[in-house]
């Protein structure tokens, strides 16, 4: 009889064992999936993982189309996902480590998430109903250590319960909400998979609101006057003290009053000297804001590597709401082990020679300190260095001294108009030296100069410009405005805002409402508001929080939420036709702009427009089968259109996007512009080498002569006889046989 740990990851169960182990612990298991026994004083232990969640919830009966439902329960994740099938393989070795275990203890991340994970394992794999919980912030020896000797006698009942009823809510909502959606579409005559959600509602909301402003934003001139001057032998630049003028006339009067002036004198000085405070320590959403600015990583991909950081013991728990660090984690343990790498180890002999104080910022979390790294140097590529570099960084720089900054504002008098030069500048570095590359601040120093001094005037302009509309958000800025207006979670964020991508509600780097999106919304509020509510939906996640701190019962947040759904579902189903007869249109409009290329070259009628096929994307006529043209396009990339024609043979540009690169390129694959850069023309080089060129075995059968060449079809790019159509032998890309 053993007492059996139960971890989230792999990675995870290695790192605990290693930590735990008297000896060196023993790797047992098979098929990729292992588990270690350790002896820990007399004590033998069995330390096994799960993969995430093994657990799903799913509807108990009945036809999955039907809605509202609320009878579901938690079933094994294989057998209800097939891309969940890889999970059946742990679930059945922690069945067959729990029959011979007498203690159970939980060690998965410390969250809600976490803590759901190792409920249902405890109660629905090992039959148990309660655990140990160990509970740590790092997977270092000395925390996990520390962890299992004051591991608690029970699970974190708040959080556990909190997690399951968002896991119940999410699913109500989720499920029912995509349901009525895609019945709606149905019942207008497509078929179309629709999806919303709690959160996913009221975010795509918030940006098609923003749309909205943008759209409806009607510019305001206004005027603005300019001083290009020079003083001691340095430039200056002045604006006049107005700043701006809505009314050009009066605009108009200060450059007649400044016209033909060669001078300015200086009326005055003013200098304001200020510290400038060290940053805060990182939460998870400041992370990825501050990832995104500095080196344009997408918040989900940054979450993914700093969780891969976090395994691997360099850093501590990502998933995290605080911006404070306490001494327990051990200042100067863990300054002393990053200075043994040569980028940091300047940096921290300066600061091991203070009394080390963080500068701690207001937001907490019950699980979890800010983001710090442990002293231990990673091992990864190199977007994983920049996210380590940025974390270490950031924490070095929360120890450092203020920064101390100077601005300067000059008042220069032209015939009794006022014209301000302003600037600022950097008297002592102080923690910016730590945060280094990642301090982005205007430093503009202007001449030393005292009152009476001459400004010699270069010329005076009068400027036009105009209010601009707001800006459209960012993947990090969104994040930062569901995180303001109480929506969703730290570890969920990312995800409801890739979701709605994939979804095509938006598009762009600074995100934008599609038609399908902003029509969505404009449906939804007209028929059924309550789905894209954010009050209702934040009102859902604070009582949640009260679940976690055991002031509310799961069941009456649950019973509440089913009764406002119902209401909810049964209004839009009043309308349902008229829903979805508008959700359709709006579907059919936005798929036709994001796959429109241009005018089809040859029947001058129809739209080029991308299509899948079998062997991947291709471009056809929207006028087939009347008109059959079609071109290649990459199948490994994605490919949507580009508002630029070919200077060269005046075909569509088409826009290649992959993960690091992004490229234009010209539909027509005789273009001149291909040359031999092109693909085609990689393409062509492998035949002349006769790498690809070869004899059709076809022909070769018959005792004609026949080769096989690259062509293109509908279906994409392929290998076919140069005796077509005498011969159809064709070959897919690759070399692996497809007779037709």
């Known amino acids: 009889m053993y007492e059996l740990i139960i971890t989230e990851k792999p990675a995870a169960a290695q790192k605990i064992a290693d930590a735990l182990a008297d000896g ?5 298991g098979s098929q990729g999936v292992y588990y270690y026994k350790i002896t820990r004083g007399k004590k033998d232990i069995v330390v096994a993982c799960a993969v995430g969640h093994l657990y799903g919830l799913d509807q108990k009966e009945g036809s999955k189309w039907q809605f509202p439902v609320f009878d579901i329960e938690w079933q094994p994740s294989h057998e209800t996902r097939k891309e ?20 159970f203890t939980v060690a998965c991340d410390y969250d809600v998430e976490g803590e759901v994970i190792g409920l249902n394992v405890v109660r629905y794999t090992c039959n148990q109903k309660d655990a140990a919980r160990m509970k740590f912030s790092t997977l270092t020896k000395p925390d996990l250590i520390e962890a299992y000797e004051n591991k608690s006698k029970t699970l974190d009942w708040g959080q556990a319960n909190a997690g399951e009823t968002r896991h119940f809510l999410d699913w109500y909502n989720g ?31 918030i940006i098609v609101d923003r749309e909205k402003e943008i759209k409806a934003f009607k510019p305001v001139p206004f005027w603005q006057i300019q001083l290009l001057g020079n003083v001691k032998k340095q430039d200056i630049e002045a604006w006049h003290k107005q700043d701006k003028f809505w009314k050009k006339e009066e605009a108009e009067e200060v450059m007649k009053n400044v016209k033909g002036q060669k001078n300015g004198i200086i009326d005055k000085i003013e200098k304001n000297q200020f510290n400038q405070a060290p940053p805060f320590p990182f939460d998870l959403t400041t992370l990825q804001i501050e990832a995104y600015r500095c080196h344009g990583i997408q918040p989900k991909e940054t979450l993914s590597i700093a969780q891969d950081l976090y395994t691997s013991g360099c850093i501590s728990y990502p998933r995290t709401s605080s911006q404070q660090l306490t001494p327990k984690i051990g200042y100067n343990k863990i300054i002393s082990a990053l200075s043994k790498q040569s980028s940091y180890s300047d940096l921290c002999s300066n600061l091991l020679k203070n009394e080390l104080k963080p500068n701690n910022g207001t937001k907490t979390d019950p699980a979890h300190p800010a983001i710090y790294p442990t002293g231990i140097a990673p091992k990864t590529e190199q977007r994983g260095l920049r996210i ?43 923690w910016h030296v730590y945060y280094g590359p990642y301090v982005k601040l205007e430093e503009i120093e ?28 960012t ?15 730290k570890s969920t964020r990312a995800i409801i805002v890739d979701t709605l991508f994939q979804r095509g509600y938006v598009h762009g780097t600074a995100i934008e409402a599609t038609e399908f999106g902003i029509k969505t919304i404009e449906t939804l509020e007209k028929h059924a508001p309550k789905i894209v509510d954010e009050e209702l939906t934040r009102h859902f996640e604070e009582e949640m929080e009260e679940i976690r701190e055991n002031k509310k019962k799961k069941e009456e947040v649950l019973e509440e939420a089913k009764d ?29 702009v994001m796959t429109t290329l241009g005018k089809c070259p040859n029947c001058k009628d129809g739209d080029l427009q991308i299509r899948k096929g079998k062997f991947g994307q291709f471009a056809a006529c929207n006028k ?20 630029n024609l070919c200077t060269i043979c005046g075909f569509s540009m088409v826009k290649e996007i992959r993960k690091k690169s992004a490229k234009e390129f010209c539909l027509n694959p005789k273009c001149k512009s291909k040359h031999v850069e092109g693909e085609a023309g990689k393409q062509a080089k492998a035949i002349a080498k006769g790498k690809i060129e070869k004899e059709c075995p076809k022909c070769k059968e018959a005792g004609r002569e026949g080769k096989l060449v690259l062509r293109g079809s509908i279906y994409g790019k392929f290998y076919g006889c140069s005796n077509y159509p005498k011969c159809k032998h064709i070959e897919k890309l690759g070399n692996s046989p497809n007779k037709q």
């Open 388 to 430: 380590y570099d940025l974390i270490v960084r950031r924490f070095l720089a929360t120890f450092a001294e203020p920064a101390l900054r100077e601005t300067m504002v000059i008042y220069v008098d032209v015939n009794k108009e006022i014209f301000i030069a302003k600037g600022t500048r950097t008297i002592k570095k102080g």
């Open 24 to 28: 060196k612990p023993i790797r047992e």
């Open 475 to 489: 993947p990090a800025s969104i994040i930062k405005e569901l995180e303001k207006r109480g929506l969703g979670t």
């Open 564 to 592: 406002a759904l119902s209401k909810i579902i049964n209004d839009f189903k009043k309308e349902e036709k008229e829903i979805g007869k508008k959700l359709l249109s709006a579907f059919r409009e936005t798929r036709d």
């Open 175 to 205: 499920i029912n909400y995509s349901r009525a959606l895609t019945d709606a579409i149905k019942q207008a005559g497509a078929f179309k998979i629709m999806s919303t959600g709690r959160v996913q509602g009221p975010a795509l909301k």
């Open 446 to 473: 202007l001449p030393s100069v005292v009152k009476g001094d001459i400004v010699d005037i270069k010329k005076i302009t009068l400027q036009e410009k105009e209010t601009q509309p707001p800006r459209r958000y």
């Open 624 to 643: 087939y089968p009347k008109c059959k043209t079609t071109f290649s396009l990459p199948t490994d990339a994605k490919i949507v259109p580009s508002k």
């Open 84 to 103: 969940s099938a890889f999970t059946k393989k742990y679930l059945q070795q922690l069945k067959k480590l729990a029959k011979e275990a007498k203690e």
